[in-house]
Nanobody, 124 residues
C-alpha cells in the first residue's frame, strides 16, 4: 500500500521560508516522478512543482518559479519543497503526489497516489 506523508507546513510571515517534506512508502520510490500541488480555500487544486525519478528534471508553475525548489533524496524515499519569499497568495494546503511514471508532469491526472496534505498559511 502506497503512503505519502507530508510535513513541514505552518504559519509564516510574508517573505519567510518553509521546507515541506513528503515521506513515501509502499512502492519503489526511485522509479517514479513526484509532484507537489496545492489547493487554496475556494479554489481548485493546482500544480506547483514536479521532479523526475532521478531528480535531474524539474518543472514549476510560473507562480512559484524562482522562489520554490523541489528536490528528492532517493535514499530516504523523501521529496522536498523549499519555499522562499513566501506570499499571502501561497496560502493553501500542499499535497505531495506520486506520478504513474518516471518523468515530470503538471497534470493531476498523471498522478495516482496522493498524501493527506499539509497546511501553509502566509500572513501579510
Amino acid at each position: 500500500q502506497v503512503q505519502l506523508v507530508e510535513s513541514g507546513g505552518g504559519l509564516v510571515q510574508a517573505g519567510g521560508s518553509l521546507r515541506l517534506s513528503c515521506a513515501a512508502s509502499g512502492r519503489t520510490f526511485n522509479s517514479y516522478a513526484m509532484g507537489w500541488f496545492r489547493q487554496a480555500p475556494g479554489k481548485e487544486r493546482e500544480f506547483v512543482a514536479a521532479i523526475s525519478r532521478s531528480g535531474v528534471y524539474t518543472t514549476y508553475a510560473d507562480s512559484v518559479k524562482g522562489r520554490f525548489t523541489i528536490s528528492r533524496d532517493n535514499a530516504k524515499n523523501t521529496v522536498y519543497l523549499q519555499m522562499n519569499s513566501l506570499k499571502p497568495e501561497d496560502t493553501a494546503v500542499y499535497y505531495c503526489a506520486s506520478d504513474k511514471g518516471s518523468f515530470v508532469h503538471s497534470s493531476a491526472s498523471a498522478y495516482d497516489y496522493w498524501g493527506q496534505g499539509t497546511r501553509v498559511t502566509v500572513s501579510s
